[in-house]
């Protein structure tokens, strides 16, 4: 793809992807903190402050990005999915650094 198939639709989908991920971590850090029996001021604070967590949290959060690629998948609106994806892999250079860099 390149930029001159660049839509609306693509633009939607992107900030969906950049968003959701970010809307989603403090749901996920909730339902950890319920499971392990932990406060979520206590798991916020691994959060904020150590890296490979944050990375792992973020990890699971952006499972939520797999919903909205279905739904508008079967919804047959491949501009807006493929905006989902591209803002799924926005993700992936932080979390390639915090796995395997640092």
């Given at each position: 793809?390149?930029?001159?198939?660049?839509?609306?639709?693509?633009?939607?989908?992107?900030?969906?992807?950049?968003?959701?991920?970010?809307?989603?971590?403090?749901?996920?850090?909730?339902?950890?903190?319920?499971?392990?029996?932990?406060?979520?001021?206590?798991?916020?604070?691994m959060f904020t402050l150590d890296p490979m967590t944050r990375s792992k949290i973020m990890s699971i959060a952006i499972i939520s990005n797999l919903a909205w690629f279905y739904t508008?998948?079967?919804?047959?609106?491949?501009?807006?999915?493929?905006?989902?994806?591209?803002?799924?892999?926005?993700?992936?250079?932080?979390?390639?650094?915090?796995?395997?860099?640092?």
């Amino acid at each position: 793809m390149n930029l001159r198939n660049w839509s609306i639709a693509h633009t939607k989908g992107l900030i969906l992807g950049l968003l959701s991920p970010l809307i989603f971590i403090p749901v996920v850090i909730f339902l950890l903190s319920w499971v392990q029996n932990f406060q979520f001021q206590q798991m916020w604070h691994m959060f904020t402050l150590d890296p490979m967590t944050r990375s792992k949290i973020m990890s699971i959060a952006i499972i939520s990005n797999l919903a909205w690629f279905y739904t508008f998948l079967n919804r047959e609106k491949y501009g807006i999915a493929m905006g989902v994806i591209v803002g799924t892999i926005g993700f992936l250079p932080y979390i390639i650094y915090v796995n395997f860099i640092m």
